[in-house]
């Protein structure tokens, strides 16, 4: 993971302390294949896919996509300190 990325985390870490959070979950309103409304998922995790749930807990990152996107996830999401996660049925 690099610095810069790490700074993100832990900035996000830093606000959920302040807010007393255990987890913040990042995700977009639609499936995006156009990256309008998945900004915010992407600037965290570094996943440019069009579907996928971001979250950040105080200890862990993870990045819980379906079937098509599990490798793009794990080259994007994994060097950025996110484990990725298959999701399954609904």
């Known amino acids: 993971m690099t610095s810069k990325n790490a700074s993100r985390i832990d900035r996000i870490r830093a606000a959920m302390e302040k ?14 294949s156009f990256g309008r409304n998945s900004q915010n998922r992407q600037y965290v995790s570094g996943f440019s896919g069009s579907w996928g ?34 999701t399954k049925g609904r």
């Open 53 to 86: 749930y971001a979250l950040v807990t105080r200890k862990s990152a993870f990045m819980a996509v379906d079937f098509r996107y599990t490798e793009q996830a794990g080259r994007e999401s994994e060097p950025r300190g996110f484990e990725t996660w298959q």
């Open 19 to 32: 807010q007393k959070l255990d987890a913040l979950l990042i995700s977009s309103p639609v499936e995006d």
